[in-house]
């Protein structure tokens, strides 16, 4: 994610371009540096009830916002999974040093909204899942597009969703997403959680971000917290 503010012709065009290797200056200027930041996932204080999964759709600032606006959904928080490295920093996923994608990890009652429909959105809404290692201007396998299951019953959720995808020929390609097993999720800096709404004015947001998210709330009006 080149997260840089961009008002420029040509800054766009170096926004659309650029692969994500270094921090928003924003957050440069007000946050601690990643080898002391805090590692505590904002989860819900009370976990009673909820279930969790995880998934990797390139940036997570736009997958993360996606996934908020989800009825059912009690919290969202960015962060690097799918890697062997311990502790991987927004500095070292983003220039491709380490093994990890960036990634949400999703918390959710399964009273309100099912597994099922969250890998749906996944698929259907949240990113493009027939494009290799890349997301829009986002280049590498660091936003590979991965779905994490905890459960045979989750990998079989995400393995008929892919079928259904694919046949009703919603995009050009077939889609390549990793099917793989859950093994450890790590947060991201604290500077990154939230950053949709904490920073409209961001040009990445405003040109990347906000049309993934539109496209969500009109594919799934049914499913919004609060409805347009």
């Given at each position: 994610m080149t997260h840089f503010l961009k008002n420029s012709?040509?800054?766009?065009?170096?926004?659309?371009?650029?692969?994500?290797?270094?921090?928003?200056?924003?957050?440069?200027?007000?946050?601690?540096?990643?080898?002391?930041?805090?590692?505590?996932?904002?989860?819900?204080?009370?976990?009673?009830?909820?279930s969790t999964a995880t998934f990797a759709g390139g940036c997570f600032w736009c997958t993360e916002e996606v996934f908020e606006e989800l009825k059912g959904v009690k919290a969202?928080?960015?962060?690097?999974?799918?890697?062997?490295?311990?502790?991987?920093?927004?500095?070292?996923?983003?220039r491709g040093e380490t093994s990890h994608a960036e990634a949400i990890e999703v918390y959710y009652d399964p009273k309100e909204v099912s597994y099922a429909t969250l890998v749906d959105v996944f698929f259907r809404a949240a990113h493009d899942p027939t494009t290799l290692n890349?997301?829009?201007?986002?280049?590498?396998a660091q936003y590979r597009s991965v779905a994490f299951y905890r459960t045979p019953e989750e990998k079989a959720a995400i393995d008929n969703a892919i079928a259904r995808v694919d046949a009703s020929k919603q995009y050009g390609s077939p889609i390549v997403t990793q099917v793989v097993p859950f093994q450890?999720?790590?947060?991201?800096?604290?500077?990154?959680?939230?950053?949709?709404?904490?920073?409209?004015?961001?040009?990445?947001?405003?040109?990347?971000?906000?049309?993934?998210?539109?496209?969500?709330?009109?594919?799934?009006?049914?499913?919004?917290?609060?409805?347009?």
């Open positions: 012709l040509t800054g766009l065009c170096l926004l659309l371009l650029a692969a994500c290797t270094n921090p928003p200056a924003e957050a440069q200027q007000t946050t601690a540096p990643p080898a002391i930041r805090s590692t505590a996932a904002p989860a819900p204080a009370n976990m009673q009830g909820l969202v928080v960015s962060g690097y999974s799918g890697g062997r490295e311990n502790n991987p920093t927004y500095e070292q996923v983003g890349r997301q829009g201007p986002d280049a590498g450890k999720f790590w947060p991201a800096e604290d500077y990154h959680q939230g950053y949709f709404r904490l920073h409209p004015e961001s040009g990445y947001v405003q040109s990347v971000s906000t049309p993934k998210v539109e496209k969500f709330r009109h594919k799934f009006p049914e499913l919004l917290k609060n409805p347009l």
